[in-house]
């Protein structure tokens, strides 16, 4: 899809999604949440390709990670999506799966797709606070 | 006066491996046995006393006293797993294995003694008298350690002491423990296995007995046939626990041999464990990789007892979804009265993957093997 062919769809008004908030709406029949972190906007589909749960109902989180066992230290503050079936874990900023480290793949998962653990990143989408309006563009 | 062989024993120099054997078991004929190698307090100790038992219970077993039936030709009260004759004969010699790896049937006993002191006395006399009365007069025989595991400390000292020996090979633990073999009190074990390159073979023994808990996760089975078939469990949560709490991020060269686990369960272990990481990975974030990657890297099977899938085809798809041509190794359990020939076990096996099972794994997986 080239940017050319985009299309704003307004969300709300920029003061109604402050930061470490989401909104979640329908565009062209498609569920898309659109997440404010910290100032930045970012929207994706709102479907988890593992058992097509709705991915942007679920927990906000941070990214956790180690250096080594038995230590837990926290990077990323709500830049990642917990799907709430199973809790697989989402970059929110990019859609990319944290579950699967080197298969991350950068097309769309396809609709109805036989296996969907192959499908490891959500669609994203260009969000911009367009003359005060939150703008999805598809 | 160190009472290990000064020399090294020579090393089978076979020019093609044919099979490896990677788990036997021999035994002490007398506690007499041991006295040449034990303090003179230790041995008045064992000579009051007697060996430790593995259980205050009655044990039942399988075959006739848990061993073959047709190897107790020198009368029913000679332990067949007592004859180094036998040994050759049967196994060595007439099975053509060029390697055996002794894990001592005496084992568990020692490290199911709460007197830490004792059981590693009784460790370091059980190793050396295989040493010179096993491996020095059969080179094809490898030892897998004996430790005092119930003591970290204790075992790393036996570990040092003898790790650098040509034929030991590995470190042995048994399966019923107070604790799960992840847990960070016995990170010095796995450290030492590292420093000799070492593998470290666990094998089934000890559930409930002493301290440690039921031998099956539902409680204590009224018969022995329920103990046998659901052995599994206790692979599965020590498995569960080296994978969770890192123990192959902390000790990258570590290999762990499960011997006597079965292999079928395997791959839907192996789903589940990927499956259970994906969804809860950021509670253990050590845990880089998906854990059936540490499995393949550092996981390894025994062929004994070998499941017979019905329907047959169905091997085929245990053996792909455990990468068994990189996970798998052959064992017969000789003298045990479920012992598995490698002629029969080399049968079953895929054509591709023979080599791999039969000695190539377990060369891989025991590097001092070769050496």
New interface residues.
């Given amino acids: 899809m080239t940017g050319a062919a985009r299309k704003p769809y307004p969300v709300c008004p920029v003061a109604e999604l402050p930061a470490g908030q989401r909104r979640i709406v329908t565009i062209e029949g498609k569920s898309i949440g659109v997440f404010n972190v910290d100032g930045r906007y970012f929207a994706l589909r709102n479907r988890c390709p593992h058992r097509g749960a709705p991915l942007c109902e679920g927990q906000v989180?941070d990214f956790?990670?180690?250096?080594?066992?038995?230590?837990?230290?926290t990077q990323r503050p709500g830049e990642v999506i917990?799907c709430p079936w199973?809790?697989?874990?989402f970059d929110l900023t990019t859609g990319r799966s944290?579950?699967f480290?080197d298969t991350i793949r950068t097309t769309s998962y396809p609709a109805g797709a036989s296996s969907a653990v192959e499908s490891e990143k959500i669609d994203t989408y260009m969000v911009t606070d367009l003359q005060g309006m939150v703008v999805v563009w598809l | 006066m160190s009472r290990i062989p000064e020399s090294s024993p020579p090393v089978a120099t076979t020019v093609r491996w044919r099979a490896v054997d990677t788990d036997v078991h021999h035994q002490l004929r007398d506690i007499s046995d041991l006295r040449p190698y034990l303090s003179r307090y230790d041995w008045q100790r064992l000579d009051e006393y007697g060996m430790p038992r593995n259980s205050n219970l009655y044990q039942a077993n399988g075959g006739f006293r848990g061993a073959r039936a047709d190897c107790f030709g020198a009368g029913n009260n000679v332990d067949p797993r007592t004859r180094l004759d036998l040994f050759q004969e049967k196994l060595l010699d007439g099975c053509g294995i060029d390697a055996a790896i002794l894990q001592g049937e005496y084992t568990p006993a020692v490290m199911a003694l709460a007197d830490i002191d004792f059981a590693a006395s009784l460790c370091r006399a059980l190793n050396d008298w295989t040493l010179a009365e096993w491996v020095g007069r059969d080179s094809r025989f490898r030892l897998a350690l004996t430790i005092p595991i119930q003591d970290p400390a204790l075992a790393v000292k036996e570990i040092h002491r003898l790790g650098g020996h040509p034929a030991v090979v590995a470190v042995y633990a048994v399966c019923g423990s107070p604790r799960l073999y992840g847990q960070r009190y016995y990170d010095p074990v796995y450290a030492a296995c590292s420093d000799h390159g070492l593998a470290f073979a666990l094998h089934f023994s000890n559930e409930g007995i002493g301290m440690n808990p039921a031998p099956t996760a539902g409680g204590h089975p009224s018969y022995y046939a329920e103990t046998y078939l659901l052995r599994p469990q206790f692979y599965q949560a020590h498995l569960s626990s080296l994978l969770f709490e890192g123990t192959f991020e902390k000790f990258p060269q570590l290999k762990v041999a499960l011997l006597e686990s079965g292999f079928g369960w395997v791959p839907a272990f192996r789903w589940r464990a990927d499956a259970t990481w994906k969804s809860l990975r950021a509670q253990t974030p050590w845990v880089k990789r998906p854990p059936s990657e540490y499995i393949r890297k550092h996981v390894r099977f025994a062929t004994q007892p070998f499941e017979d899938p019905e329907p047959a085809a169905a091997l085929a798809s245990v053996l792909d979804g455990m990468n068994a041509d990189e996970t798998l190794m052959f064992s017969s359990d000789f003298p045990h009265w479920d012992f598995d020939p490698p002629d029969a076990i080399a049968r079953r096996l895929p054509a591709g993957i023979r080599d791999r099972v039969m000695f190539e794994t377990a060369l891989e997986t025991y590097p001092k093997l070769s050496r």
Avoid: F, I, N, Q
């Fill in positions: 989180v956790v990670t180690a250096t080594k066992p038995y230590t837990w230290e917990r199973h809790s697989w874990e944290l579950c480290p």
